[in-house]
């Protein structure tokens, strides 16, 4: 069952790690870790990213396959 982004956990905690970044932006600049907050925050896609592209391929094969059966079904008419 496709659900969506919103729905997933994974993406709402980075979210809101990336607006607790970005809101406090000159806080990050001045301590100069913005480049651990980059990589904190790629970390955190890793897993969700990895999950959207199984969904994407499963889509993908599904989508596919129904539009070769209407093919086929329309051909053997």
């Known amino acids: 069952m496709v659900t969506g982004?919103?729905?997933d956990k994974h993406f709402e905690?980075?979210?809101k790690f990336a607006g607790d970044v970005v809101e406090n932006v000159q806080t990050?600049?001045?301590?100069?870790?913005l480049g651990s907050f980059v990589t904190e925050y790629t970390n955190?896609?890793?897993l969700p990213s990895k999950k959207m592209?199984?969904?994407a391929h499963?889509?993908?094969v599904?989508?596919?396959f129904t539009e070769f059966?209407?093919?086929?079904v329309s051909g053997a008419v």
């Open 62 to 64: 599904a989508f596919g």
């Open 13 to 15: 905690s980075s979210g």
């Open 44 to 46: 955190m896609l890793i």
């Open 28 to 33: 990050v600049a001045s301590l100069g870790r």
């Open 58 to 60: 499963v889509q993908g």
């Open 53 to 55: 592209h199984r969904t």
């Open 69 to 72: 059966a209407m093919l086929a």
């Open 5 to 7: 982004f919103a729905s």
